[in-house]
RNA sequence: GCGCGGUUAGCUCAGUUGGUAGAGCAACUCAUUUACACUGAGAAGGUCGGGGGUUCAAGUCCCUCACCGCGCACCA
């Protein structure tokens, strides 16, 4: 050790002199990329292959609390099968998010003052491009600063043009496959939006509203938005009601209605509730999911009352053209006084069905969409999960996919939104048939009229879904065929409907393989008091700032330790100081055994004293021990059991043993000089340097840097280093 | 309504196939020129949500109740 690194051991340890030095030392050298490895003679040619896919952060902001966690997550796992000696890929990349990009830049539009409804979608298109890729360039620095190991060589973006083109043809693949069908179906629309949105799009958020009881006819029905009322024709019973078995299926009835005489038809169905309300209900098919149903199942009329701007239609009379969330008194109003209403129940509470981002009561409207039939993809997903293809961390997780794949609904994969990817295909005029047109050559459709293009973006999990295929080149199969299925998908909880089983549908498809052997789903992030992190609120913790006070190794400590999968973290910053100290007393730990092993050669067969020799058993059991559970996916008991025997066994007994055994035989003082003291030094420098391997992966900045100061002969980076112990099952 | 998870030390949470309760932080006592105050030593702290059952033995398995959290569904 020279001097200048010796004057450095003398200070405390200083993240921030450290770590950007270092990274730029791992990049430089290449090893983040398998292909380096294996050419420089760091890992076998034939090599088992260790891969993640790193999920695509959403490039419209900065790294939140939540990706520092998945990056430590998954920088700990590439980190240790590098250092096992596997091909290990880590694949970064960046999302374009569709839908939630774009409502990021309408906010930002909105402070403007401006709107996209008054910009040409090119140019809409263009702002937000250069809006991502800025972005994209910030978020990349901060995975860098969290210590990624990933390859950046091969980073990809879901807007980068082969990978456009490769979604496109999916889409093309899967028309051509009857696996997607144009169709007037309910959709969920937004109308602040102007968009429809997929189920994961939407929340429920309870609501105390009056429920009205309406005279229609001989019956009274109930209603929680009469506003819709004005087209209802079709008046619905259970076949079995006794109260209303006078009435027959399909009877008209001549009755008095909002806007003047109306005739009814009566309609029998098994859906309904008897217990319910009065047992019979109105229906509006336009503008309900349960009513959509009936009316096809009886084949009946379906009319539009409300507009995309949730304005009342002209069927509505003398209330057309005023927005749904005035009209509703106004019609109560003269149902009033036309005597029709029988009584109001001021505290129904229900669930409204809104948008995710805007909270806007969602209009179910019916509209003509892409959609992909989930049925047959669907069946393939659970199987290669009941055949224990795919493992989930945690275990119940399993159940969680299982529900979700068997009572999964055809996906609605269109979006009335600019940023994304266009969906390829034409659209009769006429007849509103849909084709797939890659190639952008058809021009009539069979019933003889015009086609025009289809101005729609793709649902952004429809690319994302793809992406263990796409991050590795699909439909290119030399990449694939080395690293697919990938070993372990790391995300967070919230992700098991949203994303992975999009997935595991797509790559069975695709390559009728699983995309990945592992799940392992993190919880989130939140504050010190354990509530969830929000702007409103105020309680977001940016990570980069408690990388600036603590250093990363102590914020991804913090973020580990003791975090099982599935399960919530409150991140406080006394935690994240706990660690820092940590760092640091790795450092003067360090300091003191380099200072006593000057000039002392380690024995490569080293002869201990009874104790040294039990600690040297001790922590070779720790090895065998922490790396079962490293194969098991249990980073949160290997972090604590490190940081517990580095600073309670080998700084606090084995180094303050080592005081009296050194001290008492002075290095240099020749015959005086006993063999405990070379058991002590051996020992010191052995546990030193097994320990700053195997915390590696977990405080890579440190360790790397001190390694550096080893004086270890044909040293490499300790990120190639190899890991200290075997795995026990080799197939892991 | 259906389902899932949780309830263990003041706080945050571990606790593997049942075998005498664990960690971190906080608090307490003492020490401290000696790698480290970003420190050390020590002590303290829990009828493991309630009740019942299985067992030689239950934090752990089964039943039941309560409370907290989450997800899904329906709601005319």
Redesign the pocket.
């Known amino acids: 050790m020279d001097d200048k690194l010796r004057e450095k051991l003398l200070k405390?340890?200083d993240p921030k002199e450290t770590e950007e030095r270092i990274y730029k030392l791992w990049e430089d050298s290449g090893f983040f990329n398998p292909d380096v490895c294996i050419e420089k003679g760091i890992t076998e040619a034939n090599a088992k292959p260790f891969t993640i896919i790193m999920p695509p952060p959403n490039a419209n902001g900065r790294l939140h609390a939540g990706h520092a966690l998945f990056v430590t997550l998954e920088d700990i796992m590439t980190r240790y099968h590098r250092m096992k000696g596997d091909r290990t890929l880590w694949v970064p990349g960046a999302d374009h998010a569709g839908f939630e990009t774009q409502i990021v830049y309408e906010r930002k539009l909105e402070k403007e003052g401006r709107s996209r409804f008054e910009m040409t979608p090119e140019d809409l298109y263009k702002e937000i491009y250069d809006f991502t890729i800025t972005n994209k360039k910030f978020m990349e620095d901060d995975i860098r600063r969290l210590g990624a190991s990933c390859d950046w060589s091969r980073e990809k973006f879901t807007l980068d043009p082969d990978i456009v083109k490769t979604v496109q043809n999916t889409f093309d693949k899967m028309f051509n496959d009857g696996l997607i069908y144009r169709g007037d179906r309910i959709v969920n629309w937004c109308a602040k939006h102007q968009t429809s949105l997929s189920?994961?799009e939407t929340?429920?958020e309870e609501r105390t509203e009056p429920?009205?009881y309406l005279q229609y006819g001989p019956f009274v029905?109930?209603?929680?938005?009469p506003e819709t009322k004005f087209g209802d024709k079709y008046v619905?019973m259970h076949p079995k009601d006794e109260r209303y078995k006078e009435y027959k299926d399909g009877q008209k009835i001549d009755l008095e209605w909002i806007n003047g005489p109306i005739t009814a038809t009566v309609i029998k169905d098994e859906s309904?509730?008897?217990?319910?309300?009065t047992?019979?209900?109105?229906i509006t098919p336009w503008h309900?999911?349960?009513d959509f149903e009936i009316s096809e199942r009886h084949n009946l009329e379906k009319e539009q009352i409300i507009d995309w701007k949730g304005k009342l239609l002209p069927i509505a009379g003398e209330f057309t053209g005023i927005h749904i969330s005035k009209a509703r008194t106004k019609i109560i109003e003269k149902l009033k006084e036309k005597g029709l209403l029988v009584k109001i129940d001021e505290s129904y509470?229900?669930?409204?069905?809104v948008c995710f981002k805007c909270n806007t009561v969602i209009e179910p409207q019916i509209k003509d969409q892409w959609f992909i039939k989930m049925r047959p993809l669907a069946d393939k997903a659970l199987e290669a999960v009941e055949s224990g293809k795919i493992k989930f961390y945690p275990e119940?997780y399993k159940?969680?996919f299982q529900?979700?794949m068997t009572?999964t609904i055809d996906w609605n994969i269109s979006r009335q939104i600019v940023w994304g990817i266009p969906i390829p295909a034409k659209i009769c005029i006429t007849c509103k048939k849909g084709y797939s047109d890659l190639k952008d050559e058809l021009k009539k459709c069979t019933c003889g009229s015009e086609l025009i293009k289809d101005t729609d973006t793709f649902d952004t999990w429809f690319s994302s879904g793809q992406w263990t295929l796409l991050a590795l080149g699909y439909p290119d199969t030399k990449e694939l065929d080395i690293y697919h299925p990938t070993d372990v998908m790391e995300t967070g909880r919230?992700l098991i409907?949203k994303w992975i089983p999009r997935m595991v549908i797509f790559a069975l498809y695709l390559r009728n393989e699983v995309a990945f052997r592992n799940v392992y789903l993190h919880g989130l992030v939140n504050d010190e008091k354990?509530e969830k992190m929000s702007k409103s609120k105020g309680n977001v913790v940016n990570p980069i700032e408690l990388v600036d006070i603590f250093g990363t190794d102590a914020l991804r400590m913090a973020l580990v330790?003791?975090?099982?999968p599935?399960?919530?973290?409150?991140l406080s910053r006394?935690?994240v100081k706990?660690y820092?100290?940590f760092?640091?007393?790795i450092w003067?730990?360090t300091?003191?055994v380099l200072?006593n092993t000057k000039n002392f050669t380690v024995s490569e067969t080293p002869k201990y004293d009874e104790e040294d020799n039990k600690s040297d058993e001790e922590l070779k059991t720790l090895m065998e021990e922490i790396t079962k559970e490293m194969d098991e996916y249990k980073f949160?008991?290997v972090s604590?059991k490190l940081?517990?025997y580095f600073?309670?066994t080998f700084?606090?007994?084995i180094?303050?043993r080592s005081?009296k055994k050194i001290l008492a035989s002075p290095v240099g003082s020749g015959p005086r000089e006993n063999k405990n003291a070379d058991s002590a030094k051996t020992l010191l420098y052995t546990q030193l340097n097994m320990l700053l391997k195997a915390l590696h992966p977990f405080t890579p900045f440190v360790t790397e840097e001190i390694w550096s100061m080893m004086p270890a002969t044909n040293k490499n980076l300790l990120m190639v280093e190899k890991w200290p112990a075997p795995s026990a099952d080799k197939t892991c």
């Open positions: 405390p340890y189920e994961v929340e429920f429920f009205y029905i109930s209603t929680s938005r619905v309904i509730d008897m217990e319910f309300g047992g019979v209900m109105t309900d999911q349960v509470k229900h669930n409204v069905k119940n159940k969680i529900y979700w009572n919230d409907f354990g330790v003791g975090n099982t599935g399960t919530d973290l409150s006394d935690r706990g820092k100290n760092a640091n007393k003067n730990a300091r003191f200072d949160y008991i604590e940081y517990h600073w309670h700084a606090d007994i180094i303050e005081k």
